[in-house]
């Protein structure tokens, strides 16, 4: 009878700490929405050249401006140097790893930038025969940062790549993460910096 009392005990308390380390586990995943192991999709070992933008500060939050809660916002001013020797055109990413979503969110993939270009203003429209693919609002070109309400602080990382061919042969309608795939394969150098938002 001691030792069928001793078995359930041990039992019991092996089934609680399991319970309790799973409901922990939910609980924290509930609270923790950010999302923090998403891959690159860009080879190691490619040249870094330099990204700026003057109406953004690295690691800082953006301002309202560029968000795109109300409608999709104004995209930042980006400019870029040092691009490597072979670069043949240009591609722009902004991609939110914190997103809740356990893949990310792209906000804005462009492509076929021509390789001449190492600027763009604020609110630009690209030049030809550049193409805006589909972010994953389901809209064409850039749509701003609005992270749900009380949730992490998010990192909007922005980056050019350059592409050692003239065009990557891809229509308006790929979404960011197939174009990020073609754009990885095609990448000889890319340039990037990241600032945040939260609400």
Same mark, same amino acid.
């Given at each position: 009878? %001691?030792?069928?009392?001793?078995? +359930?005990?041990?039992?019991?308390?092996?089934?609680?700490? /399991?319970?309790?380390?799973?409901?922990?586990?939910?609980?924290?995943?509930?609270? %923790? +929405?950010?999302? %923090?192991?998403?891959?690159?999709?860009?080879?190691?070992?490619?040249?870094? $050249?330099?990204?700026?933008?003057?109406?953004?500060?690295?690691?800082?939050?953006?301002?309202?401006? $560029?968000?795109?809660?109300?409608?999709?916002?104004?995209? =930042?001013?980006?400019?870029?140097?040092?691009?490597?020797?072979?670069?043949?055109? $240009?591609?722009?990413?902004?991609?939110?790893?914190?997103? =809740? !979503?356990?893949?990310? $969110?792209? %906000?804005?993939?462009?492509?076929?930038?021509?390789?001449?270009?190492?600027?763009?203003?604020?609110?630009?429209?690209?030049?030809?025969?550049? /193409?805006?693919?589909?972010?994953?609002?389901?809209?064409?070109?850039?749509?701003?940062?609005?992270?749900?309400?009380?949730? /992490? !602080?998010?990192?909007?990382?922005?980056?050019?790549?350059?592409?050692? /061919?003239?065009?990557?042969?891809?229509?308006? !309608? !790929?979404?960011?993460?197939?174009?990020?795939?073609?754009?990885?394969?095609?990448?000889?150098?890319?340039?990037?910096? +990241?600032?945040?938002?939260?609400?």
């Amino acid at each position: 009878m %001691h030792r069928i009392t001793r078995r +359930f005990t041990v039992v019991a308390t092996v089934v609680a700490l /399991v319970l309790g380390t799973a409901v922990g586990a939910s609980a924290a995943t509930v609270l %923790h +929405f950010g999302y %923090h192991k998403v891959r690159a999709g860009l080879p190691t070992g490619i040249k870094h $050249f330099t990204l700026t933008s003057t109406d953004l500060r690295a690691g800082k939050p953006i301002p309202a401006r $560029f968000w795109g809660c109300e409608d999709a916002g104004v995209s =930042p001013a980006l400019r870029w140097s040092g691009a490597p020797a072979g670069t043949q055109s $240009f591609a722009i990413q902004l991609f939110d790893q914190d997103a =809740p !979503t356990g893949s990310g $969110f792209w %906000h804005w993939v462009a492509w076929d930038i021509p390789a001449t270009t190492t600027s763009l203003p604020t609110g630009a429209l690209l030049p030809a025969p550049a /193409v805006n693919g589909t972010n994953d609002g389901e809209t064409a070109g850039y749509t701003g940062p609005c992270p749900p309400e009380g949730d /992490v !602080t998010h990192r909007y990382t922005f980056t050019v790549v350059a592409i050692n /061919v003239p065009s990557l042969g891809l229509p308006a !309608t !790929t979404h960011g993460a197939v174009a990020g795939f073609v754009i990885g394969h095609a990448a000889i150098g890319s340039a990037s910096f +990241f600032a945040t938002a939260r609400q």
